[in-house]
């Protein structure tokens, strides 16, 4: 994977409207390519539709994202998929593929060479810890492993990302998996940064969020609150106020 901390993904004063509804309001935030940045927040708080925002999938009503400076909107498409990926909570497929053909799609943005192709598919699976999976029918996989797949295919789509880095996004990957399965994906996504990519992550784990990230963006009711390192922006004073319940010191509740 090459990157140079060069890039940066930013979006300034977005704010997203939806049936009248304010789902974002004048939400600014910048991140840079080698660390963990993991968005917080109740249900409603604006976490995935930023996540949206910076991806490019949704169009803000007010302010821009850019990377590197250029406005997402004047990226041509093949060039940003080829910059930035998104992990979905959940990537149904009904077709047969084996988990090495489910990773040969993301490089589907790129100039076809089936040798440079197949060499990244193949890196792509180990560093996601899925190459004991290569052969194997997608749809028989528990759904643990076919995150893991899924977790190799958006690898394999920014691999060579550029000069100026590459952005891996991903929403709520830890959903509907059990621990060891969520500590898997937030250990990759850590390894990921380490590697100089650019992660940032939905949570809803307050203490996946603590122990993992880098930094910690806390949104509530479209507004972003709190923006730092874990210690900083996990405050549970803050955090029991827009959770309407009292938050301890691991972010269960307190019943002290």
Known sequence: MTTNAVSQLVAEGVGIVRQGRAILSHVSLAATPGRLLVLVGPNGAGKSTLLGALAG?????????????????????????????????????????????????????HVPDAVRDEAITVAALRAAHAWELRDRRYTALSGGEQQ???????????WQGGSQGAWLLLDEPEAGLDIAHQHFILRRARACAAMGLG?????????????????????????????????DALDTALLSEIYGIPLGRSFGIDVA
């Open 148 to 158: 893991r797949v899924q977790l190799a295919r958006v690898l394999a789509q920014i």
């Open 57 to 109: 999938r949704i169009r803000p009503d007010a302010g821009y994202v850019t990377l590197d400076a250029l406005p997402l909107t004047a990226w041509e498409p093949r060039a940003l998929a080829r910059r930035r990926a998104m992990l979905s909570q959940r990537v149904d497929l009904a077709f047969g593929f084996t988990a090495r053909e489910v990773v040969m799609l993301g490089r589907s943005p």
């Open 199 to 231: 992660v940032i992550a939905v949570l809803h784990d307050l203490n996946l969020a603590a122990r993992y990230a880098d930094e910690v963006a806390v949104l509530a009711g479209g507004a972003l609150l709190r923006h730092g390192a874990p210690g």
